[in-house]
């Protein structure tokens, strides 16, 4: 993971964007409240912690602002939840939040390891086809909710901030490699994270495995992509996860897979489309 630090005005204007609405203060606030994530006591010099508890502050204001836009973020709700047959196409992304109500109806594929119930199908046979072709696969996460979610962003929140970095930095670095609440796939039930069962580490490690390289090669033959490629972060958001598999439903993996592209870019080129 890359450990640039960025400046407050760009965390500060991705928070009065509204992209994820109140969620992020949200997030913020819990996770340094929770005393574990900053250790004000242990900082030696007195300035820096004076910054801190002022940077704090800034938060709560903002979250007083932002909390009031928590609500009429269901676009990608509706979508999931229509009868129309592109519903697997819903974006999630942080321009995109997904509406921290919205469940989908869940399926165990795995032990403790839920999927939208309409996937179960492709993502068995995938599996099976895995396992017939001599892959290990471990299925490290699938459906999480809102709460595990905030849960996952706090955690590695926290140990960023417990390396001297700033919350807004340690914000930054974590929305690197962690969705925050409310714009993450995981909570839409059609997004695994895959791992070999021999290698379970989410590093780019994980891309030199045989199960890594197979689900590569085929997962799109079974509906589902790559959602995060190398080198698409400033398209996705997020870093380079070769364990991270989105289903997008077969036509649309196959096109995907084929020409390199994301679901951000696929879906503009749809409605570029559409309007001429």
């Known amino acids: 993971m890359s450990v640039k630090k960025k400046s407050d005005s760009r965390a500060r204007s991705i928070l009065r964007s509204g992209a994820v609405t109140g969620v992020i203060a949200g997030v913020l606030i819990s996770g340094l409240a929770t005393g574990r994530c900053v250790k004000m006591a242990e900082l030696s010099d007195k300035k820096a912690q004076e910054s801190m508890e002022k940077e704090v502050e800034e938060l709560k204001a903002e979250n007083l602002k932002l909390q009031r836009k928590a609500e009429g973020t269901g676009d990608a709700a509706e979508k999931l939840s229509s009868s ?135 997962a799109w033959k079974y509906g589902f992509i790559l959602r995060y490629p190398t080198d698409k972060a400033d398209v996705t958001g997020i870093i380079f996860e070769p364990w991270h598999y989105r289903y997008v439903g077969k036509e649309a993996a196959k096109e995907i897979t084929e020409r390199g592209i994301t679901l951000e870019e696929y879906l503009e080129e749809q409605e570029d489309s559409e309007v001429q």
């Open 84 to 218: 129309d047959d592109d519903w697997c196409l819903a974006l999630v992304n942080e321009t995109n939040p997904l509406d921290t109500s919205y469940v989908p109806q869940l399926v165990d594929i795995a032990s403790e390891r839920l999927v939208d119930v309409r996937i179960e199908a492709d993502a068995r046979k995938m599996f099976e086809d895995a396992a017939a072709a001599g892959m290990s696969m471990y299925i490290v996460s699938a459906y999480r909710s809102y709460d595990s979610q905030r849960q996952v962003f706090n955690d590695t929140m926290s140990s960023w901030i417990a390396q001297g970095y700033t919350p807004m930095d340690a914000y930054d670095e974590t929305k690197k490699s962690v969705a925050v609440p409310g714009i993450s796939e995981h909570a839409t039930g059609l997004a695994l994270d895959i791992t070999s069962s021999t290698y379970t580490g989410l590093d780019d490690a994980q891309a030199q495995t045989a199960e890594s390289q197979w689900l590569a090669a085929n």
